[in-house]
């Protein structure tokens, strides 16, 4: 296989590594795994992503017609290559971006592509998703939020929890049951909900990190247009599954695990391990080494994902190894960073004393949510071992 790109695609990475350089503030970098739960950093995550937006870098795959610049998949690639290597901050509407516009351009009429599209890559809107409930999350299809057929509007009656971004949200995708008679994938919708409309109530969730970043979503007689059902009443599960297709896509595309292996590579610099630097125990050697080549492994594995889709392949199994691989490569780097720091290990995120202000300890509380974010490890375990080993279900 040749892993070299082309002279066109390398240029394209220069273009947008010289442009990072020049517009990313050098200390919003590593600072990625904070959440935006205040008002003011949301609004300075906002700014950031208006200045990619306003340069032409965002939502670059999308069609031109979607303010888009029809990027190759292979651009995309490079693009999500850059921003990782550059640590550079979340844009803040990614659910909007990565999920709620592609399903909608699959799915919604054309007044509702019209209606919303446009306004997702420039972040004039904040969309959030609504899918998984209090007593549904990994079993999707059992979800229980009702949906009233009124002729010309739904009433929408239940609750949703872990939404991400509720809180700054200007619309919500919901997944509800239109149908209760029928069997549990065939009786559901999907439905786009103003989230000021009356009767929606956001109630913050706070995560072990002690930020704010998803929320439990409450509707008590909301009342929801029938021009914003998309796709057919009761063939929702249709749509829901193009949008869990575009979230493991997604998901599985960190490409840059090595960028993580390196910071760790420097802490062990820093560090002491039986009064000489960490970095020359050969235990330490042997885990950077270790953790090295799982990352380089994660990433021929998304340049395979990568060769599926230029191929025109429907999405393979690369997306299921990606998620578990990347964030259970994650969870690990962070747990020997804890290790490596020892009693300093302690010191919350930016407290005085702290070894690079903390981030690990953040880092390392902030690992779990990635194990467990669209679809669980032992999930992805089970796609794997029933789809690509073929074993038989448990
Ligand atoms: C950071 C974060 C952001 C999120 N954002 C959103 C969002 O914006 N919108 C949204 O709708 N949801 C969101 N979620 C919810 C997420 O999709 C669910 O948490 C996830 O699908 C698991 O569902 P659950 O929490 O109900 O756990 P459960 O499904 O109750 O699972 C509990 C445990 O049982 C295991 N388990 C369940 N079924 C099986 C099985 N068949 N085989 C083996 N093990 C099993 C699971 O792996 C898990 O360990 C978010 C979650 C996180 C952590």
């Not at 050697?285 to 990352?295: D, G, I, N, V």
């Not at 990606?322 to 969870?331: A, E, I």
Request: net charge neutral; glycine share 8%.
């Amino acid at each position: 296989m040749d892993f070299n790109f082309s002279e066109e695609d390398e240029a394209f990475r220069r273009e947008f590594r010289s442009w990072l350089e020049t517009n990313l503030p050098r200390d919003w970098r590593d600072d990625s795994e904070l959440e935006a739960d205040t008002k003011t950093e949301f609004e300075r995550r906002r700014a950031w992503h208006r200045t990619l937006y306003d340069a032409g870098w965002m939502c670059i795959n999308w069609p031109k017609e979607y303010g888009g610049r029809g990027a190759t998949l292979i651009q995309q690639f490079i693009y999500s290559q850059e921003l990782d290597r550059a640590k550079a901050p979340p844009t803040v509407n990614f659910q909007g971006i990565a999920r709620v516009g592609p399903t909608l351009m699959q799915w919604g009429t054309p007044e509702q592509k019209k209606r919303y599209i446009p306004r997702i890559p420039s972040a004039e809107e904040i969309w959030c998703q609504g899918l998984s409930e209090p007593n549904h999350g990994s079993d999707l299809a059992a979800v229980e939020t009702r949906a009233e057929d009124h002729g010309d509007h739904f009433v929408v009656n239940g609750s949703k929890v872990w939404t991400s971004n509720a809180h700054h949200a200007d619309f919500s995708t919901l997944l509800c049951r239109t149908d209760p008679t029928l069997p549990k994938h065939r009786g559901l919708s999907y439905l786009l909900v103003d989230m000021r409309s009356p009767g929606v109530t956001v109630r913050p969730l706070v995560q072990i990190t002690g930020e704010h970043g998803f929320n439990q979503v409450f509707f008590e007689d909301v009342e929801v247009p029938r021009s914003n059902l998309v796709g057919q009443k009761n063939q929702g599960w249709m749509v829901a599954m193009t949008n869990m297709m575009f979230e493991r896509t997604i998901h599985g595309g960190r490409s840059e695990m090595m960028v993580e292996v390196r910071q760790l590579a420097n802490l062990a610099k820093k560090v002491n391990r039986a009064g000489r630097p960490a970095s020359e125990d050969k235990y330490v050697q042997q885990k950077l080494a270790s953790f090295a080549c799982e990352a380089e492994a994660l990433k021929y594995t998304s340049m395979r994902q990568l060769t599926r889709q230029l191929r025109g392949l429907p999405p393979g199994p690369e997306g299921s190894i990606l998620k578990l691989g990347t964030t259970d490569l994650n969870l690990r780097i962070q747990s020997f960073a804890m290790e490596l720091l020892g009693p300093y290990s302690q010191l919350e995120y930016q407290a005085a004393g702290a070894i690079d202000r903390g981030k690990w300890s953040h880092r390392m509380l902030a690992a779990r949510r990635g194990t467990i974010a669209a679809g669980t490890n032992e999930i992805q375990h089970n796609i794997i071992g029933e789809r690509v080993l073929g074993l038989p279900k448990g």
